[in-house]
């Protein structure tokens, strides 16, 4: 058996665009060039039956190490929790009020982006602060 080498992570939403650039912000991505052809992604999209301008979007790693962020439009509107959520790594190797204050700079820093925080789960030594980005996927800062 082969292993897979790579692999991206899809997001249902209503404003691709709109969500990608907010997750490019949280994790430091980057929007990758337009398609060959085309000087920007306008260009592109105005390119594109009607229907299908602004469906998708999607956001790079530019280390190249993390996966890539894909963003498809969906009519339909988030209903219930996610059944699979990101970690966004602010805290690895801190532990106690230390860590507590990484992942509480981090949650600052996200909430003017739109992010909502939910709740802190904390006993002490480990935390962990559960939040919405701006479709309301939930993700934790960890």
């Not at 790579?6 to 337009?34: H, I, K, M, N, S």
Request: some cysteine; glycine content about 8%.
């Amino acid at each position: 058996m082969s292993s897979i080498k790579q692999f991206q992570v899809t997001f249902d939403c209503a404003e691709p665009e709109r969500l990608a650039r907010f997750w490019c912000e949280v994790l430091g991505y980057v929007v990758p060039p337009p398609p060959a052809g085309f000087a920007t992604w306008d260009d592109f999209n105005r390119s594109q039956a009607p229907e299908d301008q602004g469906s998708w979007f999607a956001c790079i790693d530019p280390s190249g190490v993390g996966p890539r962020l894909y963003f498809q439009r969906v009519p339909e509107g988030k209903v219930a929790k996610n059944r699979l959520h990101l970690d966004v790594r602010v805290g690895t190797g801190l532990v106690g009020e230390e860590r507590l204050a990484a992942l509480e700079a981090e949650c600052a820093r996200l909430v003017p982006l739109g992010a909502v925080r939910v709740r802190l789960l904390y006993d002490g030594n480990d935390s962990c602060i559960v939040m919405q980005d701006i479709e309301g996927n939930e993700f934790c800062l960890d």
